[in-house]
């Protein structure tokens, strides 16, 4: 069952005293540097800081009967919060499962808007762990399970944020050509891609996934969702293993096409967000951003919209932001060198394997009795990508057994 325009406007009616009119702006950095009129619609100053709120308050009241005995949900994050915020305003009980990977952040949240009314329950690594407790739970006390993203209600709710970005962009005289909005399972771009392509069916929808968490991709692949194997965590707000069989359907129909994004690129997207524009996003809502690198050339001359899809970023992962964004672009380096066990070894490497500019970041090192030679577990911090080429000839100079871990990603994972 296809999610219809009217269904979108039935929600935007329900939800328009509750829900923030968030802003749809302009921005000049990302305008200048691709060329383009891009759009920022700011779901990442919705109440709850994403989205998902549209979606959760929208199902619960549509659901009435079903939820007075209370209300079950699983999330890495953001559904729980809309959730939590609809429990607490509507006075009703709800137990939300979480994965144990979630940030802190995001479960101090939960509680903040949840309050007395919210039981939060850390169960499994993932989503999909989660989410299968959480429907065990429902259907044995016979409690409401509300759907992350599978859901008519869900995506109807979601798709509210397009029927003010169509007003705003009218307000302002744009002519919008494209929309790029974030995929985990796939509710926000199934509810605006149906609002959208039923009113202005010439835009053109953009689907951004994280590399590691493609599920979305791997459905359009298989011609059904399917269950990837294993995912990658970091953009916790997207990684989702499979996405629903409604959101397929409704992905299949209406969005034109789908990237995938590197996790560094996200990184490198969240910090120019915030040092650009001071605009805090989370991984999964700095995904549309970072998409627009792999669509440039499509995009030149154009108008834009990328959804920022959430902020809900917790600070205690910016250190590890910072390093992937480093990573990402050619600046930090991971090596094994092997270091002669004699005074001045290291006066040596720094004086004629070190370029002017770069600078050592990590240094481990236990001498080894008995050896001529120790291992040392290096971080070099390059000014410039360019200076790469010339390090490793010096590196191999020194030590021609030297081992680079971003070539050897079981070492980089044990050992950084």
Known sequence: MFVTVSDVEKAYQELAPVVSHTPLQYDRFLSEKYQATILLKREDLQKVRSFKLRGAYYAIAANQEKVARGVVCASAGNHAQGVAYTCQERQLSAVIYMPTTTPQQKINQVK????????????????????????RFAADNQMAF???????????????????????????????????????????????????????????????E?????????????????????????????????????????????????????????CQTILELYTKQAIVAEPAGALS??????????????????????????SARMAEIEEKSLIYQGLKHYFIVNFPQRPGALKEFV????????DITRFEYTKKINRGTGPVMLGILLKRKSDLDALLTRIAA???????????????????
């Open 398 to 416: 020194f030590d021609a057994q030297y081992i680079n871990l971003q070539n050897n990603q079981s070492l980089y994972s044990l050992l950084v």
């Open 289 to 314: 951003v970072a998409a627009l690198e792999l669509i440039k050339e499509q995009i030149k001359g154009k108008t834009v919209v990328c959804i920022i899809s959430g902020g809900n970023n917790d």
């Open 351 to 358: 004086s004629h394997v070190l370029g002017p500019d770069d």
């Open 210 to 266: 994280p590399v590691g968490a493609a599920s979305m991709q791997a459905a359009f692949d298989a011609g059904a969702p399917v269950a990837l194997p294993t995912i990658e965590k970091f953009v916790d707000g997207a990684a989702v293993k499979k996405v629903g069989n409604l959101t397929y359907q409704h992905a299949r129909q209406y969005v034109d096409q789908l990237v995938a994004v590197e996790e560094g690129a996200i």
């Open 146 to 208: 509300i759907a992350p993203f599978d859901d008519p209600a869900i995506i109807a709710g979601q798709g509210t944020l397009a029927v003010e970005l169509l007003a705003d962009a009218a307000q302002e005289q744009y002519e919008i050509d494209m929309v790029v909005a974030a995929i985990g399972g796939g509710g926000l771009i199934s509810g605006t891609a149906a609002y959208l392509k039923g009113k202005q069916p010439n835009i053109q929808i953009i689907g951004a």
């Open 112 to 135: 903040f808007f949840g309050g007395a009314f919210v039981k939060i329950e850390l169960v499994g690594d993932t989503f999909d762990a989660a989410a299968e407790a959480a429907q």
